[in-house]
Structures are given as structure tokens and as C-alpha cells.
């Protein structure tokens, strides 16, 4: 197996990622730094980065419905919950793809497959992603061409792809971009304050039945019907 891709599939990050620990000569199989991205790893080989011995994980793949009041990180100084206190502890190492803010509800994937994040992540992947919005005040039918031309926010030029006005002061948004809290910023600079957002569709998956907390582990299909965008 190719060092990047042992790398990723050991849970330590997208094949991007751990390309830059690589060639940053942060990476030594049998003792020796190594600094060629396509070097081949064998079962009996030792690899570290840096002081940490790595082994390949199982690979994992789930998605998760995060409740508010969740933060997306594994280690948080403020001692709050985390999406990780959700999943079982029997898990290898897995990292979240994307991200929801604490007051944020919905579809969140895990996964230590770093082919799936990257496909996930990269700019040019485009992976829609589908929300329920409700906000503070009746929406005007005027902002609906604004949100879709797009508009400069802290974090970089945002658009939707799509917007649907659902009730006066609910809509459901599509993106495809990932700009941090983008969704509220873009609102925001409309006048509206966001009172509720749940994710309910990433790509092909749907939140349908699933409560908040719960998880399931994701079918080889759905993996590579999300990973189908990475060689469209």
C-alpha cells in the first residue's frame, strides 16, 4: 500500500493531509525519514509520525445526527459535550468531515477514510448539502436572488444553490460550499437572526428517521455513492 494512503486509512487525516506530514519529513518506516509519496508500506514495516507508532485502522464510516448543544471536536478546553461522547468508545479513531456549530443540528459523517474526506471536503467535489432554517422574521421574497447571485461574508465569497421558502420564516437552503458558518453569516448580513438549523441531507444521505444522537454505520453503497462526485 502507498505510504499516503496507509497514512489516511491509520486515521490521520485526508490523503492532502497526510501528504504534507510526508513530505514536511515528519514520517520514518524502519527509521528512516521518508519523503516520497509513493512509497510502498508492508505489514511488516514500522512507521511512525514523529514519536507515534501507526497502524492501520479498520476502516469506519458513519453518520451521525448531532443534537444542539454538541461541539465538533474530540478535545474541548471548555469541558463542553462533544460529538465523540455520542459514539461508542470501541471505535479506532475516527474525525469528523465538515463541521456543525454547537446551536447546529443534523447529518454529520465520522469516518477514518481519507479518500471519502477528501471527496467530501475539496472545493471541486461540489457535494450538496441540504438545510432546514428557521428564522426570526418573515422572509423577504427579494432576498431569495441575493442568497443565490451570492455575496461576500467573513470567510470568503457564499451562495446558495438553492432556495426554497417553505413557510414565512422557514426555508430550506442547499450548498455546496463549506464556509465556516456560513449559512447564519449569510442571513445575518440580511437582516435575519438563524433560530434553528439541522442539516438533513449530505450528498445522496438523508437524515429521514434518525433522532438526534443517534448514528449508524454507513453500507459500502452509500460510501461509494458519496465518493461517486470525486471521479465524475
Not at 514500522?46 to 507508532?53: F, H, L, P, S, Y
Not at 469541558?79 to 454529520?108: K, N
Request: aromatic residues 4%.
Amino acid at each position: 500500500m502507498r505510504l499516503n494512503r496507509f497514512l489516511a486509512s491509520a486515521g490521520l487525516g485526508s490523503r492532502r493531509g497526510v501528504e504534507e506530514l510526508i513530505t514536511a519529513g515528519q514520517v520514518r518506516i524502519n527509521g528512516h525519514v521518508v519523503t516520497n509519496l509513493s512509497t510502498q508500506v508492508g505489514p511488516e514495516d514500522n512507521v511512525k509520525v514523529g514519536a507515534r507508532i501507526v497502524r492501520q485502522q479498520t476502516s469506519l464510516t458513519a453518520v451521525l445526527a448531532k443534537p444542539r448543544g454538541f461541539v465538533c471536536t474530540a478535545d474541548d478546553e471548555c469541558q463542553r459535550r462533544t460529538i465523540f461522547d455520542l459514539l461508542p468508545s470501541t471505535w479506532p479513531r475516527v474525525h469528523h468531515v465538515g463541521r456543525l456549530d454547537m446551536d447546529s443540528e443534523g447529518l454529520l459523517i465520522v469516518t477514518n477514510d481519507g479518500d471519502l474526506s477528501l471527496a467530501l471536503t475539496h472545493p471541486r467535489y461540489k457535494i450538496d448539502k441540504e438545510y432546514e432554517v428557521i428564522i426570526d422574521k418573515p422572509f423577504d421574497q427579494k432576498d431569495r436572488e441575493k442568497l443565490l447571485r451570492g455575496f461576500h461574508i467573513m470567510g470568503g465569497r457564499a451562495k446558495a444553490e438553492r432556495v426554497e421558502i417553505v413557510g414565512p420564516k422557514h426555508l430550506r437552503l442547499t450548498l455546496n460550499q463549506g464556509i465556516k458558518r456560513q449559512i447564519r453569516l449569510m442571513l445575518y448580513e440580511l437582516g435575519y437572526e438563524v433560530e434553528r438549523l439541522v442539516r438533513t441531507r449530505i450528498g445522496p444521505l438523508k437524515i429521514a428517521t434518525m433522532r438526534p444522537g443517534e448514528w449508524r454505520i454507513l453500507t459500502g453503497q452509500e460510501i461509494t455513492a458519496l465518493k461517486t462526485p470525486a471521479t465524475a
